[in-house]
């Protein structure tokens, strides 16, 4: 009923920028609060930064200063803008949305299937 699905990955070089997005779609009363994470081979999934629906953020410490998250409320959706990427990045990002399916219930954290984000150097 409740699904969330990103976009925006692909190959760039050290030091361009990519736009990560994420739309959640179905049918729900809410969303609380998004964020990024992510996940490169042998290494355990981080979060990157996260927004709630009050526009509160916060990021990993080795994405401040060139990495941004912002959303939609009216369009469901959450975006990651990178910049000045380095080889580090390299990851797949996954979205992660808390959902309420109803005013009086409480929110469940739903994850799209992840985008590859590969930078060279």
């Known amino acids: 009923q409740v699904q969330a699905a990103e976009s925006g990955g692909g190959l760039v070089q050290a030091g361009e920028s990519l736009r990560l997005s994420c739309v959640v779609s179905?049918?729900?009363?809410?969303?609380?609060?998004m964020g990024w994470y992510r996940q490169a081979p042998g290494k355990q999934r981080e979060l990157v930064a996260g927004?709630?629906?009050?526009?509160?953020?916060n990021y990993a410490d080795s994405v401040k200063g060139r990495f941004t998250i912002s959303r939609d409320g009216a369009k469901n959706m959450v975006y990651l803008q990178m910049n000045s990427l380095k080889p580090e990045d390299t990851a797949v990002y996954y979205c992660?949305?808390?959902?309420?399916?109803?005013?009086?219930?409480?929110?469940?954290?739903?994850w799209g299937q992840g985008t590859q984000v590969t930078v060279s150097s």
């Open positions: 179905g049918i729900f009363f809410s969303i609380d609060a």
């Open positions: 927004i709630t629906n009050g526009g509160s953020t």
């Open positions: 992660s949305a808390h959902v309420r399916r109803g005013r009086s219930y409480a929110s469940n954290e739903y």
